[in-house]
């Protein structure tokens, strides 16, 4: 069935834009979900499917969903959106084709497929797509009671709202959806979806955050993901204080607002809001002091449909039971999910631990921590998970090490690494009959071996001819790093000696050095047990671990002095230097014992060791 809704999507694609199609498409299968289902739901059809589908003047569609409407008010507006289209030559097709779907009482997942297939769309007017899987996080914590209410104040498409209602059958659940289009889609989305009684309403959202909640409006759970980045432009004035221009810490108090006494939320918000100064850090000590924080998850970049921003959920209660009083739970998750489509999935398993890890209230030092307020309270409110909590078992150049990154980045001074090198992306190479291209030289995995760059196996490629393409030309004393792939490779570019020019592959980042920074101190860092952790936990995805430019430049590298740098980058060549002989000496030792034991043994008169063999 999920393919027959992908085809319905294809059918108008070239008719009209995904926006435009949600029009037509959405009221259509609607109409096709009632049709269905009309014993159960106890309505009145005046016309058959077949009837509506040789209805080439629309006029009997039209009034069947006037028809609908009136007898489900619920969904009146969402059937308003229906307007006979400018694709009307098509629209006895598109009833035929809806025809042959057939949908369960429960049509969540054929939905789902229809959103999913079009969500890169839906970025307009500022709507989040969020995954089911952050919905099944937030409701899995919320551990929600049948006879309670939930409330949504930011519904979107109304899944949640669905995923809250097929969680727990007895429960009541409203929604605001502040844009006037998605207020009608959510209407239908939630009649598909087999929800008997939901509440919705379409209120602005900033005029709604200013609106202090009374006892009428307030609910057991609120969960939602609301709008990232929403700038305001008057100040919010509340009970914990003033909340001004960027709207992530009046999502937060709008929610606390919303619950009854004992009530509990969860809301995911920018990162920002948990460790930025001035209002936002004032109002975020107030509401940690007053103990309604429980819990705090971040996640890796992408889990929305439609944005890259990290985000974290906040999790708030009213009423912490005794264990949790005076302490706040992070769980740090940005390490899990894999980059599929360009956002980050979570499997069900990483659903499940990190539930599993929220309802035991435990603490392993890597995926959770609990604080106390004073911890808290010495790292000035902070609320960031990896600002706590970077602890990992490794196997580093020096063996088994416990690598805790919070304590590096407390005790030591450092340095962005944006403010230390140029960091450049190389090229993805041309297929053989791609026009607008050039042959180069372009440096792949095999060409770094053992921690040297070998130049003499560098093979020629075809690039697009661009103007860009010599922002990926490597010089001497660059440092390259592997950006996708298993394997961990970190090299200093060697002197060219005039050969060239080279180019640097997508398998590479590469970072150029201003001056005075020698490129040694930088590749010593990289191949440091801490080094490699900040890479490790930056690459995404774990069947082709991928990292991008944006990712590294906020790696914290220590500060150092020039002639500091450069000591250490002199230390460690001649170590290098060192090992290499050692291993050279060794191998030679080696040969001389064993040609002795062969000599002996007389096996060495049947071979002749060939000229310039040592």
């Known amino acids: 069935m999920k393919a027959s809704i992908i085809a319905l999507i294809d059918h108008v694609r070239d008719m009209a834009t995904l926006a435009e199609a949600d029009r037509v498409l959405l009221p259509i299968l609607t109409l096709r979900y009632a049709y269905q289902h009309k014993e159960r739901l106890d309505l009145r059809c005046n016309y058959t499917w077949d009837e509506l589908s040789n209805d080439r003047t629309s006029e009997k569609i039209t009034r069947a969903m006037n028809d609908l409407g009136d007898q489900i008010p ?29 949908f369960p009482e429960n049509g969540k997942d054929l939905m789902d497929a229809y959103f999913e297939a079009g969500a890169r769309a839906k970025n307009r007017a500022g709507l989040l797509v969020e995954q089911s899987e952050l919905n099944s996080i937030g409701i899995g914590i919320l551990d929600i009671q049948p006879g309670t209410s939930v409330y949504d104040f930011s519904a979107s498409n109304g899944r949640t709202l669905a995923e809250v209602a097929n969680s727990q059958s007895n429960v009541a659940v409203y929604g605001n959806v502040w844009n006037e289009e998605a207020f009608s889609i959510a209407q239908l989305y939630l009649f598909i979806c087999g929800i008997k009684q939901f509440h919705l309403t379409n209120h602005e959202l900033i005029p709604l955050l200013s609106y202090e909640q009374g006892e009428d409006r307030q609910y057991d759970y609120v969960i939602s993901h609301p709008p990232l980045g929403l700038k305001m432009k008057n100040d919010i004035h509340t009970r914990f204080g003033t909340v001004k221009r960027e709207a992530s810490m009046a999502y937060i108090i709008y929610a606390l607002n919303s619950l009854k006494e004992q009530g509990k939320a969860v809301v995911t918000v920018s990162n920002g809001t948990l460790f930025l100064g001035a209002s936002t850090g004032e109002i975020r000590r107030i509401l940690i002091e007053d103990d309604l924080i429980e819990a705090v998850i971040s996640f890796a970049p992408g889990v929305f449909h439609n944005t890259s921003i990290p985000v974290s959920m906040l999790v708030l209660n009213k009423a912490k039971p005794a264990e949790r009083t005076g302490r706040i739970q992070i769980i740090d998750a940005s390490a899990l999910g894999q980059r599929k489509r360009g956002i980050t999935v979570l499997d069900d398993s990483e659903v499940t631990q990190i539930i599993d890890c929220y309802k035991g209230f435990h603490e392993d030092n890597k995926l959770s921590r609990v604080l106390d307020l004073f911890e808290i309270r010495e790292n000035r409110y902070n609320l960031l998970p990896s600002s706590y909590m970077q602890m990992e078992d490794s196997d580093s150049i020096i063996g088994k090490v416990l690598i805790d990154r919070s304590t590096y980045e407390r005790k030591i001074e ?28 372009v440096i792949q995995l095999s060409d770094v071996q053992q921690g040297m760059l070998h130049l003499d196996t560098v093979e020629t490629y075809r690039i697009k001819n661009t103007t860009k393409e010599h922002e990926a030309e490597i010089q001497a004393g660059d440092v390259l790093l592997t950006s996708r792939g298993i394997a961990m490779k970190f090299v200093v570019v060697p002197d ?8 640097l592959s997508a398998n590479f980042i590469g970072l150029q050095p201003f001056a005075g920074v020698d490129p040694y101190f930088l590749l010593t860092f990289f191949e440091s047990p801490i080094g490699e952790s900040y890479i490790r936990s930056l690459r995404k995805g774990s069947a082709l671990p991928i990292m991008n430019v944006k990712d590294i430049q906020n790696i914290p590298v220590p500060k150092l002095s020039e002639s500091e740098m450069a000591e250490i980058g002199q230390m460690h060549k001649k170590a290098m230097e060192d090992y290499a002989r050692a291993i050279e000496l060794a191998q030679q030792q080696r040969t001389n014992e064993l040609e002795r034991l062969y000599e002996k043994m007389g096996v060495s008169k049947g071979y002749k060791k060939k000229n310039g063999t040592k």
């Not at 340095?415 to 041309?430: H, K």
């Open 74 to 102: 619920q969904i009146r507006a969402g059937l308003a959106l229906f307007k006979k289209p400018d694709m009307k030559s098509a629209l006895t097709e598109l009833i035929y084709q809806a025809g042959k779907i057939d």
């Open 496 to 503: 060219l000696a005039g050969r060239g020019p080279f180019y």
């Open 414 to 441: 450092t340095v962005p690494l944006r403010t230390l090198a140029r960091i450049y992306r190389g090229l993805n190479t041309a297929g053989s009959t791609e026009t607008g291209t050039i042959e180069a030289k």
